[in-house]
């Protein structure tokens, strides 16, 4: 049987793990783990725990999308598109992992009947990779327990270890590595990213230097985990390298986490709530060094790694280093499409169709998922990009659903972003958008205690709440950000500090639109005006 829990919902009561308890665990009071692919004998046990949970975020066998646990008369099938497409029509889905996987289970399920082809240049079927940081590394669940589900259950044609080279609009095919070409009528592109490399490809190579995005990297990393060994070395302490921090210390594990910037977490939440992550890691014993920069790693005469130079002028041992330096988006293959594919993704308009270079808004091209960068209405249609797994779900249901759709009943992709991570014990949540700040307060709980509510507001409105424990908060702050509630907040509500004092956000430096311009403009009539993109090397 498969499981999923809709981590962005879950509100981390704990039903499931007292219904189910070998399938569902709680680490510290509200970071549900959960094993999604445990033996059948537990399947009354987990549909029990289904029940019980109040916000209905357990999905047996296949997942039901969140269109339509909140809002029912939005799941039947759409009625408002071509019936011929959808009855012979061919779409073509390229990445084949939660979002492109989520798309192929939504076209089914709003009645499409034509051809479905998903191209992945993975080997695997769709699999899902938050539980990679977290249950793989610690040995709670195999990685052949990480698989999504749905795919076999719907008809699709899946082309896997095929990566796509190439997408031609005017042929309306999309290019192989194996030298085929494959027509559509529509494509979606859900091609996602991978992790940074380190940046010396000698150093990179060294017996020991992993970085986690995939399968494969998981099961090396725990493979050397349960090897055995002496010093971990994480660089970059955004939420993938915290995660792996915290699994180490769950493995008494000696770890060093060094972080160029000021605090862990600060690029995503920023600096005062990075500190108190900060706080959270060295009590539990990492040996973290923020402001500093992993300068070069050092390897043995054997090519294994042993340890690393830092900006300070000091060295650290290991013997296993994650580097944990972010994502680069998979937009290579765009090359030459004519999309407005960069190092930023791939641009679209609020209903997830691709743009090209020109600001024109494409037919027949979809994007979902973290390759994705698109307009929020919310944060004044500023275009964003983001790697969060209910984005990738919620664009998925939205690219799909508009794929069949005629022009009057496509939808806006205008879900706020909500995100969660689970480390050192304590369950931190995000809804809004925590960069686009300039102020916080702590709204309810205590920092102290580890247990309180964070509400980020910009220029007198509330953009962002960030949740430690207290994730049953997050959709009555969702609520406010929707409603541009004014910051700071004015409402009584259970746990509120005496004084509301508002500090500063203390989040990253904003890019300015005119940063490294990187298309130009010509022509001068509007028949012949053009965007034309410019490479920088
Ligand atoms: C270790 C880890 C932990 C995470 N934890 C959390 C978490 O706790 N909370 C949270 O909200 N999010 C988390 N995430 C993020 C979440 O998993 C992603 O947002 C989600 O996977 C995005 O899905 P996607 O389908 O858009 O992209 P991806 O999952 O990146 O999938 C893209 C797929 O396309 C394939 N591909 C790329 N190029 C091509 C090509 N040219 N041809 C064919 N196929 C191609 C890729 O190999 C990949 O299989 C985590 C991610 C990682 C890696
Ligand atoms: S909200 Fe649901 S999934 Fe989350 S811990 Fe509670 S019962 Fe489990």
Redesign the pocket.
């Known amino acids: 049987m498969r499981v999923v829990v809709d981590?962005?919902r879950c509100q981390g009561y704990g039903q499931c793990a007292f219904m189910a308890p070998d399938v569902f665990t709680m680490h510290g009071q509200e970071a549900l783990m959960y094993d999604p692919d445990p033996e059948a004998a537990q399947r009354e046990r987990v549909l029990q725990a289904a029940a019980a949970c109040p916000v209905q975020a357990i999905h047996i066998d296949r997942m039901a999308t969140q269109h339509r646990t909140r809002e029912p008369e939005l799941s039947y099938a759409t009625s408002h598109g071509d019936d011929a497409f959808k009855r012979d029509g061919h779409i073509v889905i390229?990445?084949?992992?939660?979002?492109?996987g989520r798309a192929a289970g939504v076209l089914r399920r709003d009645g499409f009947k034509g051809r479905l082809t998903l191209?992945?240049?993975?080997l695997y079927e769709p699999y899902?990779?938050?539980p990679?940081?977290?249950q793989v590394l610690t040995g709670t669940i195999t990685v052949e327990h990480t698989a999504l589900p749905h795919l076999r259950e719907i008809e699709v044609e899946f082309l896997s270890g095929?990566?796509?080279?190439g997408l031609d609009l005017a042929a309306k095919q999309v290019r192989l590595a194996d030298g085929r070409q494959i027509d559509f009528d529509k494509v979606l592109i859900?091609?996602?990213?991978?992790?940074r490399p380190w940046p010396n490809e000698q150093e990179a190579a060294l017996d020991g230097v992993h970085v986690?995005?995939?399968l494969d990297d998981?099961h090396r990393i725990r493979e050397r985990l349960a090897a055995g060994v002496r010093r971990v070395l994480i660089i970059g302490a955004g939420?993938?390298g915290s995660?792996v921090a915290s699994v180490c210390r769950d493995l008494d594990l000696d770890v060093t986490v060094v972080e160029a910037g000021p605090a862990p977490l600060a690029g995503a939440l920023g600096k005062v709530i990075g500190e108190v992550a900060a706080r959270m890691q060295r009590d539990a014993g990492v040996d973290l060094r923020c402001g500093i920069k992993v300068e070069a790693l050092d390897g043995d005469a054997d090519g294994r790694v042993r340890g690393a130079r830092l900006s300070d002028g000091s060295t650290v041992e290991a013997d296993l280093v994650v580097v944990a330096l972010g994502a680069v988006r998979?937009i290579?293959?765009l090359a030459g499409s004519g999309l407005a594919a960069g190092p930023w993704g791939v641009a679209t308009d609020a209903g997830c169709r691709a743009v090209d270079i020109n600001g024109l808004v494409t037919d027949d091209v979809f994007v979902?998922?973290?390759?994705a960068r698109f307009p929020h209405p919310v944060y004044h249609y500023q275009f964003m990009a983001?790697?969060?797994?209910?984005?990738?779900v919620a664009q998925a249901e939205i690219a799909a659903h508009n794929m069949l759709s005629d022009q009057a009943h496509r939808w806006p992709h205008l879900s706020l972003p909500?995100?969660?991570?689970?480390q050192f014990g304590v369950n931190i949540k995000s809804v809004g958008v925590p960069t686009i700040a300039d102020e916080l307060v702590i709204a309810q709980g205590s920092v102290e205690e580890r247990r309180f509510v964070a509400v980020y507001g910009y220029r007198g409105r509330i953009t962002a709440a960030v949740t430690f424990d207290q994730a049953m908060w997050l959709d009555f702050y969702r609520d406010l950000i929707q409603r541009a509630a004014p910051f700071p907040p004015d409402f009584q509500m259970v746990g509120r500090p005496d004084e509301l004092l508002a500090v500063p956000a203390e989040g990253p430096p904003r890019l300015t639109p005119a940063e490294g311009a990187t298309v130009v403009v010509t022509g001068h009539d509007p028949a012949e005006r053009r965007v034309t993109l410019v490479r920088h090397q």
Do not use: Q
Not at 162 to 165: D, E, K, N, Q
Not at 368 to 371: E, F, L
Not at 386 to 392: D, F, I, P
Not at 418 to 422: E, I, T
């Open positions: 981590l962005t390229v990445g084949a992992s939660l979002a492109g191209i992945g240049d993975e899902d990779r938050p990679l940081s977290k095929t990566p796509a080279t859900a091609t996602g990213v991978r992790a986690l995005r995939t998981a939420f993938t995660e998979n290579e293959w979902a998922g973290d390759v983001l790697e969060h797994w209910g984005n990738a909500v995100f969660w991570s689970n």
